[in-house]
């Protein structure tokens, strides 16, 4: 057991050395001006062994939010009020400046936002993540058209309210600047949304 632990996070170190390693290079030269051979050899690994950890060269950039497909899921589970634990986990993320929520201004962040929204076919396989991000939300809140209406709105406001965030402060607005409207903006989404899916709560599986 331990020595399959072990394994695992040699895996897991694998993954993110070479996401990394790939994700400077795009950043120093372009996603389109790197190719796959070129981050396999900076990160000291063949190009077959890279293709076993990433299918695509988009997944060597998406690996950064990949644990994210599942966020809302976990949130929701077992809450009796799936909307305002939703509101909760993405007000308390625009408070400790998550990344994912857009309202942050490091530099290293600000440049990974521009390259992932830059490059198309890097917005084209974000979608599929989008997509698995709203089957895990659907399955938990029990699955069928209701939930899976449900998921899908509920997956894009937070996009929208990230995305906006991130704009406005690649446009060179602050986070202090940013963050009161960014926290009115997510109350009055998740407001809409509380009052547009009132049945919500009862989609939850009991499990």
């Known amino acids: 057991m331990e ?11 694998m993954y993110q050395d070479v996401s990394d390693t790939a994700v400077r290079l795009f950043l120093e030269r372009g996603f389109d001006a790197v190719s796959v051979a070129e981050v396999a ?3 000291g690994i063949s190009k077959p062994t890279l293709f076993r950890y ?5 997944d060597l950039v998406l690996h950064r939010i990949a644990d994210h497909e599942t966020e809302a899921a976990r949130v929701v ?6 909307v305002d634990a939703l509101r909760r986990n993405f007000l308390a993320g ?8 857009g309202l942050n201004d490091h530099p290293q962040v600000l440049a990974f936002h521009t390259l ?7 917005v084209a396989r974000a979608h599929r993540h989008l997509e698995r991000s709203e089957a895990a939300l659907a399955a938990a809140l029990g699955g069928g058209l209701d939930a899976r209406l449900a998921a899908g709105q509920i997956i894009a406001v937070q996009r929208i309210l990230a995305q906006d965030n991130w704009r406005r402060i690649a ?3 602050s986070v202090e600047q940013v963050a009161p409207e960014a926290v ?4 009055r989404a998740f407001g809409r949304l509380a009052a547009g899916l009132p049945g919500v709560s009862g989609l939850t599986s009991a499990g």
């Open 41 to 43: 050899a900076a990160a």
């Open 171 to 173: 446009a060179g607005e």
């Open 116 to 122: 992932l929204y830059g490059t198309p076919s890097l």
């Open 184 to 187: 009115r903006a997510a109350e």
């Open 54 to 58: 990433f299918p695509a060269k988009e």
């Open 94 to 101: 625009l408070e400790r400046r998550d990344p994912v929520t």
């Open 3 to 13: 020595e399959m632990g072990l394994r695992e996070r040699k895996k897991q170190r």
């Open 77 to 82: 589970a077992g809450s009796a009020d799936p």
